[in-house]
């Protein structure tokens, strides 16, 4: 049977944008249903078909496409001309056909184990208390996205319509391009649906480091309602241990005694309103780690790959603009060009922000656990932060590409190191062609 979840009305409307657009690339196979003030979303056989039918015709499509194209003389010359053309541009078809047949494949296959990321994500908000609500940073990342690739895409295939028209009709060109282009818009979409999966955690992250500090200032009052009113409490001790001291306040106006009881009792209940707190916490925050581990489970062999084939789109890219100034030097293809590596860094920050703001968020709420630490408390309330820094330290929210790499800004040295090597490695292979 397909697992199934029932998600508030509230996160759905924020993930909608991003659900619709991934369906419609067959990278979702989810239907949902909505009820009174949620949404239940379970997996959809149809649209596992409809996924897998999409993604062999345009993968079909491409082969076919780029197979006459390239027969054409000036793309020839450019792309496949001499053996290292050939090499990097057989690179930079395989790694946007490839990503597009796994991704497919992969989210068909774990696509159940998805469906429970989004009842962690329920689960955490129900213990939180909070509900998402869209911002205009998170519309400004996902439309910025989609609008940007659609025009770099338009200008890409202009180009180069414009350069073979000489050879073929523009019509017949155009009808050989679009299908690879659609499967590059594949990994796009892939991208922003980690994208939004991982910001949603981060802005839980964010929620749960705003109830540690909200706890955290009830603790610093209780210390200062204690200190305020050590000695009222020590004297209502006193007078129910010692005679004559309770002789001698009940000759005063007794409501003393109501006071100080009535303090002792707020304290108490200040001390189980703490502790109840840190414990909803370390629940939110186990719900967390829960769908960290589902995307990395869901999504970490296609974000290697879609890594990967960054890494190869930055070493292609500033080497086809190399070629082409020392061919044809048409000004438009440089510019197209420069706005391809453009794209191409800006995906990277696309994967890579989210998981490294996660990172800091987790920094940020274990030096709050430890400074609630350096408070006065209960034994009860002690025991619980220090399960929870323990917890903290050994199941850490961290995403990764397959188990291989950290995704992380230290990832971003990495790469541009490896392209500047790569890229002075394969100018002086070909100076010596």
Not at 126 to 135: D, E, H, I, M, S
Not at 323 to 335: D, K, L
Request: charged share 15%; net charge positive; proline share 2%.
């Amino acid at each position: 049977m397909a697992a199934a979840t029932m998600i508030s009305a509230e996160m759905f409307e924020v993930m909608a944008p991003v659900l619709y657009l991934s369906r419609v690339f067959g990278l979702q196979p989810l239907k949902w249903k909505r009820g009174d003030y949620n949404y239940v979303i379970e997996k959809s056989h149809a649209y596992v078909a409809y996924s897998n039918i999409v993604v062999v015709f345009f993968v079909s499509a491409s082969i076919y496409g780029l197979s006459q194209v390239y027969q054409l003389d000036l793309i020839y010359l450019i792309r496949i001309g001499n053996s290292t053309h050939r090499y990097v541009t057989f690179s930079d078809v395989g790694v946007v056909l490839i990503p597009s047949v796994l991704s497919v494949v992969i989210t068909s296959l774990k696509i159940d184990k998805y469906v429970r990321y989004f009842d962690y994500l329920r689960k955490c908000d129900g213990v939180l208390q909070k509900q998402p609500f869209r911002t205009w940073r998170h519309g400004l990342v996902i439309y910025t996205t989609i609008f940007f690739t659609a025009g770099i895409l338009v200008v890409d295939m202009v180009m180069w319509i414009n350069l073979a028209s000489k050879e073929q009709n523009a019509y017949i060109l155009f009808g050989y391009f679009f299908p690879y282009y659609v499967c590059y818009c594949f990994t796009i979409v892939v991208e922003l649906v980690y994208w939004q999966n991982v910001h949603a955690i981060m802005r839980r992250l964010i929620w749960l480091n705003e109830k540690l500090a909200e706890v955290a200032e009830e603790m610093n009052n209780d210390i200062l309602f204690m200190r305020i009113d050590r000695k009222k409490i020590s004297n209502v001790v006193d007078t129910l241990n010692a005679d004559n001291l309770k002789k001698q306040e009940q000759k005063k106006s007794g409501k003393y005694e109501r006071w100080a009881y009535s303090d002792l009792s707020m304290w108490m209940h200040l001390v189980v309103l703490s502790l109840e707190q840190i414990q909803d916490l370390i629940s939110a925050y186990q719900r967390l780690t829960d769908a960290t581990n589902s995307i990395n489970d869901c999504f970490g062999l296609i974000i290697l790959i879609i890594l990967l084939g960054c890494l190869i789109h930055l070493l292609v890219t500033p080497y086809a603009l190399y070629a082409i100034i020392f061919t044809t030097g048409n000004s438009m293809f440089i510019v197209s060009q420069s706005i391809w590596m453009t794209g191409h860094v800006l995906r990277l920050f696309l994967i890579v922000e989210p998981c490294h703001g996660c990172l800091i968020e987790i920094k940020k709420t274990t030096a709050m656990v430890c400074k609630l630490l350096c408070l006065p408390s209960k034994k009860e309330v002690r025991k619980s932060l220090e399960f929870f820094l323990d917890y903290l330290a050994q199941c850490r929210i961290e995403f990764s590409a397959f188990g291989l790499t950290k995704i992380h800004r230290g990832l971003l040295t990495t790469i541009a190191g490896a392209v500047t090597t790569y890229l002075v490695i394969l100018f002086q292979f070909n100076r010596n062609c």
